[in-house]
C-alpha cells in the first residue's frame, strides 16, 4: 500500500508534465510560421498597409498604453484573426468559428541604449499557450528583434 500511496501521485505528475512539455514543444516547432506572420504584420504597419491593426511609422512605439496586439493562431499554427484587449485578457477557444490555441501579442518600445542617428526599437513578439487560459496563466516564448 505504501509502494501504491507514492508511486500513483508520481505517475500522475508525469503525465501531467508530459502535457505541458508536448504544447511547449509544439509551441516552438510552429512559432516559426507565428512570428513570420506577426513580423509581416509589423512591416505591413510600417508601411501603411495594415490588415489587423493600424499603420505606424518609423521609430513609432505600438500598442499605446491601454490596448494589446494580438494575433490569434490555431493549432496547426495558421493566422485566424485579430484578438481584442477582453479576450486577450481572459482567454479565448475560438474566433470567427475557428479554433484558437495560440496567441501571439506585439509590442515594440524604444531602446534606451540606442544611440545611432537612425533610431531602433526593441520588438518583442511572446507567443502565448494554451490560448483559452487567462493571460497571467499562459506560458510564455520570447522573441526580441530589433525595428527601425
Do not use: N
Not at 482567454?91 to 534606451?112: F, N, P, W
Amino acid at each position: 500500500m505504501g509502494v501504491l500511496a507514492v508511486a500513483i501521485p508520481l505517475v500522475f505528475g508525469a503525465l501531467a508534465e508530459s502535457g505541458k512539455s508536448g504544447l511547449s514543444s509544439e509551441a516552438e516547432t510552429r512559432s516559426t510560421w507565428m512570428v513570420s506572420a506577426c513580423m509581416a504584420e509589423i512591416r505591413a504597419s510600417r508601411e501603411g498597409r495594415p490588415q489587423y491593426f493600424y499603420p505606424t511609422v518609423a521609430a513609432q512605439a505600438f500598442p499605446p498604453d491601454g490596448e494589446v496586439w494580438a494575433l490569434a493562431f490555431s493549432p496547426e499554427g495558421k493566422l485566424v484573426g485579430k484578438v481584442g484587449k477582453a479576450a486577450y485578457d481572459k482567454g479565448v477557444k475560438e474566433l470567427e468559428g475557428r479554433a484558437v490555441r495560440y496567441i501571439a501579442s506585439l509590442s515594440a518600445a524604444a531602446d534606451l541604449a540606442e544611440t545611432g542617428p537612425a533610431p531602433m526599437l526593441r520588438a518583442r513578439i511572446h507567443l502565448e499557450y494554451p490560448s483559452a487560459s487567462p493571460a497571467a496563466k499562459r506560458q510564455k516564448l520570447g522573441f526580441h528583434t530589433r525595428i527601425p
